[in-house]
């Protein structure tokens, strides 16, 4: 337990003050977006990427296409990575169906925050991608858990798949892939087993805070591993027609 413990204070840390991850090579592929964590301060967001600009309350204006930002896929088994909502705040950012902007998700007219713990890791999507409702998906790109410290909105990164979380959000299918960022903390792991083994109690973590945060509707059907989430991005990445599909 005191393990765990130490877990969450590690990625519930406010993300002003986390340390930004070292910077990654940009992947060959990138279009305009700079593959960085350099982050400012914000009043709608406490950490921003480069790139993003205020636009209108509760909205940040990108410089490129989010949904294009990179290829889904930098490698073998690593993915490009668009940082939504940074670890440890609780405000629901969205990309824009255009891909031009995130905003926050309102609700009868309200923004939207988590009435729970904040984000346990970062959320967020892999450009390119498509999980088609034909496949049992909700059409929107897949979604993405990337386990260390907050990253900041906007930011487009690379990291290693370490397994998927199967999960189900009223009957519909809403896989989360699970990765890390070489170098950061927890950056070491490279399967589902490795991080059970190394960092025990983060499945456990992540599974319950899925399952409860959105309240009934949310059911998990467990975890699978490195190779089968590499396998659905693959599958939804061939699917991806293009950005108007968000």
């Known amino acids: 337990m005191r393990s765990v413990f130490w877990m969450l204070v590690l990625v519930w840390a406010p993300c002003a003050s986390a340390s930004p991850p070292p910077a990654v ?3 060959s592929g990138t279009r305009g977006l700079p593959q960085t964590d350099t982050v400012r301060v914000d009043p709608l967001c406490p950490a921003v990427a480069d790139g993003l600009q205020p636009q209108a309350p509760d909205t940040l204006a990108a410089g490129t296409n989010l949904l294009e930002a ?6 073998s088994t690593a993915v490009n990575a668009v940082v939504e909502i940074p670890a440890g705040t609780a405000d629901k950012w969205e990309v824009a169906e255009t891909g031009r902007a995130l905003a926050i998700e309102r609700e009868a ?3 939207r925050r988590i009435n729970y713990l904040p984000y ?8 390119q991608t498509r999980l088609e409702t034909e496949a049992g998906g909700d059409g929107d790109p897949v979604d993405l858990v990337l386990l260390g410290p907050a990253t900041p909105c906007g930011a487009v990164v690379r990291a290693r798949i370490v397994g998927v979380l199967r999960l189900i959000d009223d009957e519909e299918r809403d896989d989360k892939i699970l990765a890390v960022r070489p170098g950061a903390p927890l950056g070491d792991v490279r399967s589902i087993d490795g991080l059970q083994d190394r960092y025990p ?3 456990e973590i992540l599974e319950t ?9 949310n059911r998990s059907r467990g975890f699978g591993d490195a190779t089968a989430a590499r396998a659905l991005v693959r599958e939804a990445a061939r699917r991806y027609t293009g950005p108007a599909g968000r």
Do not use: M, Q
């Open 120 to 127: 346990p890791a970062n959320y967020g999507f892999i450009p």
């Open 25 to 27: 090579a940009p992947s």
């Open 109 to 111: 007219g309200r923004r």
């Open 70 to 75: 990179a290829p889904a896929t930098a490698g």
């Open 201 to 203: 109690g983060v499945l």
């Open 209 to 217: 805070w899925f399952v409860r945060y959105e309240g009934p509707g």
